[in-house]
């Protein structure tokens, strides 16, 4: 008996976890990203002295399976759970502090836990896709690989958009979803309080990570959303000097903020979502995955992979195809 084929569309989490779960099982999957690697959201930044993630700042479970795969990972040495307590407010006002439950922090590089759920799964990396018809996937250099029994799309919404013209039944539902941007940068400096993570009270500036690679004094700061939205099609300098001016004053520096890296998210998080695992067509045999149809967090676009996955792999003894609208 011939093995079921799968093609998925997108390398992140959500595609990963799908891509290992069917492979698992016995299919051949193949996975096409643009990037040169694994990652998504999660991919890492590589520096002279280490890494750093400029994508999602923690990992964090509510519920199972996920806590239980979290856990794992924790054996295993690639999270710890985040410790001590994370600081919140300005220098200017005052600073109080609270715990994180249930959030971890990697101990690798991110990408490379991505790239342990891809398992067995073939990752080609610069693939280009170009557009995604019935049970086949054409590839932006003109090479078409089909005959797929499922094709899975597992990109941003707005992304996925414009390769699912073809398919009129998907296309029409994505309409729905909206995301919001955030600006990621890798700022270095010496002082400011004592913490591992600050929430900041501000409109511009959300986050600071301290980065566990890459030297000290490293961390990863994430803008509002607000401030994204401003500065969205602002050059990377600009929007980098304004952000370290912002959090120079949040925490009381005296001197400048150095500013490393910066990347702008431009699909950082959906703020609606389709609703259910996937959204699948099942004649032409095309679903799509991810925190846009599933809701927002690393969590969800994990479960959104699995759960298709796992009902490909019960129907496949009925119909190797994939399952209509679900939750």
């Not at 002279?48 to 999602?56: F, I, L, P």
């Not at 994430?222 to 120079?248: I, K, L, N």
């Not at 001197?255 to 699948?280: C, K, N």
Request: charged share 20%; net charge neutral.
């Amino acid at each position: 008996m011939a093995r079921l084929r799968a093609g998925i569309v997108g390398a992140g989490i959500a595609g990963a976890s799908c891509a290992g779960t069917l492979a698992a099982a016995g299919w051949e999957v193949d996975v096409f990203d643009k990037a040169r690697g694994a990652g998504g959201r999660l991919s890492t930044r590589r520096l002279e002295q280490g890494w750093a993630t400029m994508g999602s700042p923690f990992i964090s479970a509510k519920r199972d399976p996920f806590r239980s795969q979290l856990r794992d990972w924790v054996r295993q040495g690639w999270l710890a759970p985040v410790r001590g307590d994370v600081l919140f407010g300005r220098a200017n006002k005052s600073w109080a502090r609270a715990q994180l439950q249930n959030h971890y922090t990697p101990l690798i590089e991110p990408s490379q836990i991505v790239r342990q759920l891809l398992g067995n799964a073939r990752l080609h990396t610069e693939s280009r896709v170009a557009t995604i018809q019935p049970r086949t996937i054409i590839l932006e250099n003109g090479q078409t690989r089909g005959d797929y029994d499922c094709v899975i799309c597992s990109v941003p919404v707005p992304q996925a958009v414009p390769l699912l013209v073809a398919l009129p039944r998907l296309h029409e539902r994505l309409g729905e979803v909206r995301y919001r941007p955030v600006w990621s940068f890798l700022m270095r400096w010496e002082g400011g309080p004592a913490a591992d993570v600050i929430k900041f009270d501000d409109h511009l500036i959300d986050l600071a990570v301290r980065q566990p690679s890459g030297g000290d004094g490293l961390w990863a700061v994430h803008s509002s959303h607000e401030f994204a939205e401003t500065y969205r099609e602002a050059s990377a300098m600009e929007a980098s000097t304004r952000a370290a001016s912002a959090v120079m004053g949040l925490l009381g520096l005296p001197w400048p903020v150095e500013v490393e890296a910066s990347h702008l998210w431009r699909y950082a998080q959906p703020d609606t979502s389709i609703g259910g695992f996937w959204l699948g067509d099942r004649e032409n045999r095309v679903a799509l995955i991810g925190d846009g149809i599933a809701g927002v967090g690393v969590e969800r676009a994990w479960e959104s992979g699995m759960r298709l996955a796992q009902s490909l792999i019960l129907a496949k003894d009925e119909l190797a195809d994939c399952p209509s609208v679900s939750d």
